[in-house]
């Protein structure tokens, strides 16, 4: 089933979903820590644990709204399919992609070139959670979204209950 909101063509399912992501420091004095707050349009909700990368900018303080999208392919080592084709009234899309297979700066790279406004990077097979680093300047030049790392059960609930 489709549903069409003025250009921007979505799934029941990706209608149902939209995801805040906000950060949150103490004092200043610990790491900057960032929490993913899940909403679907029945005000249910759930927080996940996060990770903010060490590349590509940082979440602005009020957090950031979107839609989100499993990448396609999962991933994202190389160009990933763009989000739906959206109107200036719509949100902005996020993208969720798999660990391993490549580094986590070109998973980063290729969503944000395919159009999605973050990247949330899932471990596979484990809930610890990664700072995701690279080593690679001029791709680090090129990054521009935020991007966090969530553990496997956190990807899991999110693409059973979120999109």
Do not use: W
Request: proline share 6%; net charge negative; hydrophobic share 45%.
């Amino acid at each position: 089933m489709l549903l069409s909101i003025g250009m921007l063509m979505l799934s029941a399912t990706q209608v149902y979903t939209i995801l805040t992501v906000q950060l949150f420091a103490f004092l200043n004095l610990l790491p900057v820590e960032a929490d993913i707050l899940a909403y679907n349009f029945e005000n249910a909700s759930q927080t996940f644990d996060d990770l903010p990368a060490r590349f590509g900018y940082r979440l602005p303080a009020e957090g950031l709204k979107g839609f989100l999208i499993n990448s396609k392919p999962e991933n994202a080592c190389e160009p990933i399919v763009p989000p739906p084709v959206k109107d200036n009234s719509s949100g902005t899309f996020i993208v969720l992609i798999r660990r391993l297979d490549c580094n986590f700066d070109i998973k980063v790279l290729n969503a944000q070139r395919a159009g999605y406004k973050a990247a949330i990077v899932h471990n596979v097979d484990s809930d610890d959670l990664i700072s995701m680093g690279s080593n690679d300047i001029e791709v680090l030049k090129k990054i521009d979204i935020p991007s966090v790392f969530i553990g496997e059960s956190s990807a899991n609930s999110l693409k059973d209950e979120f999109t």
